[in-house]
């Protein structure tokens, strides 16, 4: 983050998980910082703004709260801000690129259970006229993309599982508020619609069991220098997938890694893994490494560099009233 100011840069370093769970988060914050908390809010409010931070809160574990996956499209040039803004028309799309590949159009859709999420892909098929890969995450190696900005690049921490839980409908819309945002006033967790002590008791149950995979300052990374994005798709054999995932995502510089369904004859990659780069030779390195492991030999790597950002907000874990 050259150039950025320092506290700014701390901020967005060292606050993106382990969010303070006490009634005033951002004082606590702001202890840490050595700056009033007001000043918190101010830049957080502004980081905001600016586009580098999409919010803070939490993101959510995939299909515990809710239900997603991850869906493609092969969308001819000149139809490609018409059928994305079908596509991000649709409540429950979260997360939407157009990445350089013949399957371009790449977007996780939501919903608040598993009968919506069918009737949200069907409708897009329905309204854009073209065929949707429908891939279904299997198993996740890691999942929490709260990588540090500035410094040397770090593995991130492997998945370790969800812990059993049943989920209250409180529960539900308690995410569904931290997915949305927590507001920037100093006692936020005030706001989600139990007492301040229940709320705070909850998301750290919600924490433990680790539905909530991260509770801080969420950013958005290409408006902070993080633009040569590529998701790296892998074609190898299902009995190799566990080691090969196990590996990549301890490779400093892969931010996420999971398994997700083939569609045969289509689409036979199985193991994805994103790599965010400061630039594209920055990211094709990480990417020469990862091809240089062991658990990767002779697998088929495909990288798809993302050329455009149009969506990125949290799940749909509840249906709009």
């Not at 320092?6 to 060292?14: F, G, V």
């Not at 308690?174 to 989600?192: D, E, I, Q, Y």
């Not at 069991?209 to 190898?236: C, F």
Request: contains cysteine.
């Amino acid at each position: 983050m050259n150039g950025r100011d320092p506290i700014d840069a701390r901020l967005l370093d060292e606050f993106q998980r382990d969010m303070p769970l006490v009634e005033r988060p951002f004082a606590a914050m702001a202890g840490t910082l050595g700056i009033p908390e007001t000043e918190v809010i101010e830049r957080l409010a502004r980081l905001k703004q600016e586009g580098a931070v999409a919010r803070v809160g939490a993101t959510v574990r995939p299909n515990t709260a809710g239900a997603s996956t991850l869906a493609a499209m092969k969308v001819p040039d000149a139809r490609i801000d018409e059928v994305a803004a079908l596509v991000n028309a649709e409540p429950g799309v979260n997360h939407s690129y157009l990445r350089e590949d013949e399957w371009n159009l790449w977007f996780v859709a939501t919903a608040p259970d598993s009968a919506a999420l069918e009737v949200s892909l069907k409708r897009l098929d329905a309204r854009t006229g073209l065929r949707l890969l429908d891939l279904r995450l299997v198993r996740a190696f890691n999942i929490d993309l709260g990588f540090r900005l500035s410094g040397a690049r770090h593995a991130m921490p492997p998945d370790s599982g969800v812990r059993p839980i049943d989920l209250s409908d409180e529960d539900r819309a308690l995410l569904a508020g931290l997915s949305h945002g927590l507001p920037l006033v100093p006692r936020p967790f005030a706001a989600l619609g139990l007492t301040e002590a229940e709320a705070l008791s909850r998301i750290a149950t919600l924490l433990h069991s680790r539905v909530i995979t991260r509770l801080g300052v969420i950013v958005r990374h290409r408006p902070l220098g993080w633009t040569a994005n590529a998701m790296v798709v892998w074609d190898l054999p299902d009995d190799r997938i566990p080691a090969a995932g196990a590996a990549l995502s301890a490779l400093p510089g892969v931010t996420l890694c999971y398994q997700r369904l083939t569609v045969p004859g289509v689409w036979p990659y199985a193991l994805y893994s994103m790599i965010h780069g400061r630039s594209r030779p920055e990211a094709l390195a990480v990417l020469d490494q990862a091809r240089a492991l062991p658990e990767l030999a002779g697998a088929t790597a495909k990288p798809l560099f993302s050329t455009r950002c149009f969506k990125q907000t949290g799940a749909l874990i509840r249906a709009a009233a």
